[in-house]
């Protein structure tokens, strides 16, 4: 698994919080907890051992390009920091980091070090950067040392694909105008772009690498859903009696038959589908794409779907899951029927709280069945309702005050 454990000391709301991390994470909330705020910190964790921590980096995955001061912490009564760290587990590997973000748009390493099994590899202090134990030459205090000791080969081969792992992690929140292809995707993200502007294209590589839309673990899963659809796929070839001259999308488009509309009438495209289906298609493609990374964050991208959906969805996800172990993944939402696919009792899915404690910070607590409980006594203690449920009976909390 790419991520085991995360530690964000003094990044935005979060003062000092650890979480351990399954294969399939979801993050509860009220708006303004720190949802996002968590899965920016992984994003600045990502850029550092991708070598160094910019805009352009931060850009690539998705996260709030927010002044630098903005990334420190800063609450009343708090001494403020000059500095935020991250630490991780990923594989073998441990990394720590300590980053100043100044006010001259820098972000630069204070401190570092990175661990296997064996012990450190190299690490960085005020006395300077040391790489298998020995004084190395001074590197720019933007560049992190993860760069230098893979270009002189210190890394072994399972290290370097956990390493890739973390690199490629993106925090996905696909757009309605940009996945009907009638609005720019600024991100140049492989293979969908982070808000959907290459759904057309990734989508046509999915087809082509499957060669039929068939078995219980490709895109069939997405006619089971939308039963409406007799085929979906791509096409350069677009009708200006189906599309608008008014509109401007791409060259490639998606472009599907609806089997209950007339024919000449019924090959229509991304711009007349519901929003909710370019939704699900695109979480569909983003977890079968060959390019697409095996670590990700998908932000709120159930609030354009019915409940209902949001639960079948997730049972197709958790099913995706189930036989490709090399993927992991982090939620945030606030429908309630998103949580009705997870199982407490799985180790493999973690369902988090998080909130703002009354100091302001952010706290993240994860929920589980009590030691010694089974299945049987944590429904019957719960009456037999679903996690939905008992999330809006408020006995998990996560939800607002007075609610």
Same mark, same amino acid.
């Given at each position: ?10 990044f935005?709301s979060i003062?000092d919080?650890t979480?351990?991390l399954?294969?399939l994470n979801?993050?509860i ?5 720190g949802?996002s705020?968590l899965?920016e910190?992984?994003? =600045?964790l990502?850029c550092?051992? /991708?070598g160094?921590? /910019? ?5 690539d ?11 420190k912490s800063?609450?009343k009564?708090? !001494? ?8 991780a587990?990923f594989g073998d ?15 630069m390493?204070?401190a570092?070090k ?6 450190q590899l190299?690490g960085?202090s ?5 790489i298998?134990?020995?004084l ?22 399972i290290?370097l ?5 973390? !690199?490629q992690?993106?925090i996905y ?13 600024g ?5 969908l ?8 294209s990734?989508?046509s590589?999915v ?6 839309l068939t078995g219980?673990h ?9 039963d409406w659809?007799?085929?979906?796929g ?6 200006t !009696? ?6 401007h ?5 998606v472009?599907?038959?609806?089997k209950y509309?007339?024919?000449k009438?019924?090959n229509?495209?991304?711009y /007349?589908?519901?929003e909710g ?7 569909? =493609? ?6 697409a990374?095996s670590?990700f964050a998908?932000?709120n ?7 209902a959906m =949001?639960r /079948? ?7 995706l ?8 993944i ?12 997870v199982?407490?009792f799985n180790?493999?899915?973690r369902l988090? =709280?998080?909130?703002r404690?009354s ?7 994860r ?9 049987e ?5 719960h ?8 999330w809006?009976?408020g ?9």
């Amino acid at each position: 698994m790419a991520l085991s454990q995360v530690r964000i000391k003094s990044f935005k709301s979060i003062v000092d919080q650890t979480i351990d991390l399954g294969q399939l994470n979801i993050f509860i909330g009220t708006n303004g907890a720190g949802k996002s705020n968590l899965l920016e910190a992984i994003g =600045v964790l990502s850029c550092a051992v /991708d070598g160094r921590v /910019d805009y352009s980096k931060l850009a690539d995955r998705g996260a709030r390009l927010s002044a630098p001061e903005v990334f420190k912490s800063s609450f009343k009564n708090l !001494k403020r920091k000059s500095t935020f760290s991250l630490d991780a587990k990923f594989g073998d590997l441990t990394y720590h980091a300590n980053i100043n973000a100044n006010s001259d748009a820098e972000f630069m390493f204070s401190a570092e070090k990175i661990c296997n099994t064996k012990g450190q590899l190299a690490g960085r202090s005020n006395a300077g950067v040391t790489i298998h134990k020995e004084l190395f030459a001074k590197l720019p205090p933007q560049q992190s040392i993860v760069t230098t000791l893979e270009s002189l080969g210190s890394f072994e081969d399972i290290e370097l694909k956990e390493l890739k792992r973390l !690199k490629q992690y993106a925090i996905y929140a696909p757009s309605t105008p940009i996945l009907r292809g009638v609005s720019p995707d600024g991100s140049n993200k492989e293979p969908l772009g982070l808000y959907g502007g290459s759904l057309s294209s990734a989508l046509s590589d999915v087809i082509t690498d499957a060669h039929q839309l068939t078995g219980d673990h490709d895109l069939s899963r997405f006619f089971k859903l939308f039963d409406w659809f007799e085929s979906i796929g791509t096409t350069d070839n677009i009708s200006t !009696k189906l599309q608008s001259n008014h509109l401007h999308t791409g060259k490639k488009v998606v472009s599907y038959i609806d089997k209950y509309m007339g024919m000449k009438f019924n090959n229509l495209y991304a711009y /007349d589908v519901s929003e909710g289906a370019l939704y699900i298609l695109f979480i569909l =493609v983003l977890l079968l794409h060959k390019k697409a990374p095996s670590l990700f964050a998908l932000d709120n991208v159930d609030n354009a779907l019915n409940p209902a959906m =949001v639960r /079948d969805m997730m049972r197709h996800i958790i099913s995706l899951l189930e036989v490709m172990p090399e993927k992991q993944i982090l939620m945030t939402t606030h429908n309630p029927t998103t949580l009705d696919a997870v199982d407490l009792f799985n180790d493999q899915h973690r369902l988090f =709280v998080v909130k703002r404690n009354s100091q302001g910070h952010t706290e993240v607590e994860r929920i589980k069945p009590p030691a010694g409980f089974t299945r049987e006594s944590w429904i019957e203690k719960h009456g037999g309702m679903r996690l939905s449920e008992i999330w809006l009976s408020g006995v998990i909390g996560g939800l607002a005050e007075g609610f």
